[in-house]
């Protein structure tokens, strides 16, 4: 057997904080490495027991998510963790920032529990990880900034399936969502995300949906 994914709950809500506790310490494959309530003390908890994901609310007090993020998982960071942000509606102005301070992924505080356990899975492999409903709110908050490159879809170097595949990513829809919509298998959806990401040289399917909007692939 695998060694358990050791995770790490840095939330300042004692319930919200009991809660992720305890459903990840309820699953098998999975451990609380710790809990603590302010991002200070998350960046020495984790730099002390090195979790495999640390799952980071944004505001906290002493020192809030995105500094404790960026401390843990920025450039320049030696030994970067990965972190998986939770945030709410309320909250989603700040998912670029986190992302830029070195976020794996990004989950809403009311997913249900499954989603969480999926996030943290996926996270833990080294995938990027953004809830398909803060892609949503944040291409509809950042996509009037983005201003379309020059050039036509006839430039860019992807078949019509691919081109295809990246609009459905920049409408916010998860690998699942777009499997039902074209008709063909999530691991089919995967193969052709790993292309699009390695033709276009980018790092993420954030990056995917911004260069989207640049070429006027999604409005």
Do not use: W
Request: charged share 25%; aromatic share 4%.
């Amino acid at each position: 057997m695998s060694a358990p994914i050791r995770v790490l709950v840095c939330d300042d809500q004692m319930l919200v904080r009991t809660g992720l506790v305890t459903i990840i310490g309820a699953q098998p494959d999975m451990e609380v490495a710790g809990e603590c309530g302010d991002g200070r003390t998350g960046v020495e908890l984790a730099r002390a027991v090195r979790p495999d994901v640390v799952v980071m609310d944004i505001r906290m007090p002493v020192l809030d998510g995105l500094e404790a993020t960026r401390l843990l998982a920025g450039a320049g960071v030696a030994h970067p963790v990965k972190v998986l942000v939770v945030t709410t509606f309320n909250l989603d102005e700040y998912v670029y920032e986190a992302l830029r301070a070195g976020a794996s992924g990004f989950l809403l505080k009311d997913a249900p529990p499954d989603r969480l356990l999926h996030g943290i899975r996926t996270v833990a492999t080294g995938a990027a990880l953004l809830d398909p409903e803060v892609t949503r709110r944040l291409v509809g908050r950042y996509a009037a900034r983005i201003r379309p490159a020059e050039g036509t879809s006839r430039d860019i170097p992807l078949t019509p399936r691919e081109l295809e595949v990246l609009r459905l990513i920049a409408d916010g829809l998860s690998n699942s969502e777009i499997a039902a919509a074209l008709v063909i298998s999530q691991e089919t959806v995967k193969t052709f995300v790993s292309r699009i990401l390695a033709k276009l040289q980018l790092r993420d399917r954030v990056q995917a949906v911004v260069y989207a909007y640049r070429h006027g692939l999604a409005t």
